[in-house]
């Protein structure tokens, strides 16, 4: 698996990759203990602070790390990680570190205490904005950014359920059909 | 435009459709006026009852339609509609109905008041269980899903920003990496 030469990046610009709907996998930290989980059920909501919204069920071992720490990292993996996402969906963090069972990279973060997972594109560190745990919905405001400076637009994994994906495809530009205030 | 016919689809399955993060038309319709608005800043949130959150921004002409009535239709566009839908995000519903600006076709729910726009490949009819101003953020049950029969994995597109869409991409298959019970 590769790893990547990460840059900082616009906090204002993360919807590039947020808004179309990628797998993440979430990293958390708490006491000494940390997990990852994967997560599909997220959006965008906001662009400056950068919000960021996303469900996560209470059943889930990283929802304790994540409540107590109120921080995370969510990480964005390319198509050559999606084995790993698959395996780390279906494990638990009780049944041991998913970092070394799936050979993956834990890097220290600056700002949360969180790790960035090293060999995703993009690592956006997260602290808790707003906890609704009537809906299983935590709004979190992105403090910093780590992408990847190439490719410009990585090959992403988007689930459809039923242990189907799909892999982002071609690219299209309408710019010329946008107002200006709306770019 | 193809037009579609369309089935009703069980509504624990939507995930299928809105969880890979496409770019969504949201219909609404309040006294008489009718509106539509693209939208990317979405997500599940449960399965049953299916439950589904969005970001609409105050400022945007269907937000007063969709909270005074407190439903939305959420329409899913293929390729095919990408400029209609590029349009509609770019014009706002005071200068004009925008079914009729983009040749698109409204037809009645069975169980809300917002139509439904027929050219999209499925149509979920939404009634408003939670409205979280503070954060522009709606929470929605979806109470009726139509899907058209074909294709299985239509076209869908995906916004990056900048006037940039991708559109999806190839399926790939890892049942067989998958618990059972994660299916």
Chains 1, 2 share one sequence.
Request: net charge positive; with cysteine.
């Amino acid at each position: 698996m590769r790893t990547h030469r990460k840059h900082d990046y616009p906090l204002s610009d993360i919807r590039r990759f947020l808004e179309p709907g990628p797998i993440v996998l979430v990293s958390s930290a708490w006491q000494g203990e940390r997990n990852l989980m994967t997560m599909g059920w997220h959006c965008m909501l906001g662009f400056e602070p950068a919000l960021f919204g996303c469900y996560i069920w209470e059943e889930n071992h990283s929802h304790a790390l994540i409540k107590r720490s109120r921080e995370c990292v969510i990480n964005l993996p390319t198509a050559d990680l999606l084995d790993a996402v698959v395996g780390i969906g279906n494990c638990s963090g009780t049944e041991g570190d998913k970092f070394e069972r799936f050979g993956l990279t834990a890097m220290p973060a600056s700002k949360v205490g969180a790790p960035l997972v090293e060999e995703c594109h993009a690592n956006f560190e997260c602290r808790l904005q707003k906890h609704l745990p009537d809906y299983g919905f935590f709004i979190w405001e992105v403090v910093k950014a780590h992408v990847a400076a190439s490719p410009k637009r990585p090959r992403t994994v988007h689930y459809r359920g039923e242990g189907e994906f799909m892999l982002s495809g071609p690219h299209v530009s309408r710019r010329r059909l946008f107002k200006p205030e709306m770019l």
